[in-house]
């Protein structure tokens, strides 16, 4: 059985995080949530501004350390809203100080209908990662926090994903 780890980035409406949670829940796996040093403030309006100059500038906010060692782990599922068509800065941040050489990774992101380059994002930095069980949910389109994509289809991969980790 190998050992995994949910690791997960949420900020407005916690989208991310309750699917993080449901993955957790359902594979017995350990969970952790990344956050910025320097937490976002303001309206939303706001910090949207804020995350789409980020975004364009490629910038990495400082992270807070997890509270796991992610050598502990085999299998890393992790999680990130889509931010201007890729995933927030906060995940740039920990997939880039990270080694994920010879681990598995299973990328899954939230968006509000624009799904955008995420997923191939976090393939590109997760250097001599294996990847598995890619994963889009989508919830509405007006930043909220009502459910679009199928349950049926989540309980599908969350299924897929128990499967791998007990081989």
């Known amino acids: 059985m190998k050992k995994m780890l949910v690791v997960y980035y949420s900020w407005s ?71 201007w068509y890729t995933m927030a800065p906060a995940v740039l941040t920990f997939l880039t100080v990270n080694d994920f050489t010879g681990k598995t990774v299973i990328p899954f992101m939230t968006n509000g209908g624009w799904p955008g380059h995420v997923i191939k994002d976090m393939k590109d930095k997760c250097k001599g990662a294996a990847f598995a069980h890619k994963m889009q949910i989508q919830f509405d389109s007006m930043g909220k926090d009502h459910l679009e994509t199928s349950e049926d289809v989540i309980t599908e991969w969350i299924g897929q994903i128990k499967m791998e980790i007990n081989k």
């Open 13 to 83: 409406n916690g989208n991310t995080k309750k699917i993080a949670e449901q993955l957790a829940n359902k594979t017995g796996a350990d969970i952790a949530r990344i956050e910025t040093a320097e937490p976002y403030r303001g309206s939303h309006e706001e910090v949207v501004k804020q995350g789409k100059r980020e975004v364009e500038a490629g910038f990495t906010p400082q992270i807070n350390p997890l509270s796991v060692n992610l050598a502990d782990y085999d299998v890393l599922a992790i999680g990130t809203p889509t931010w």
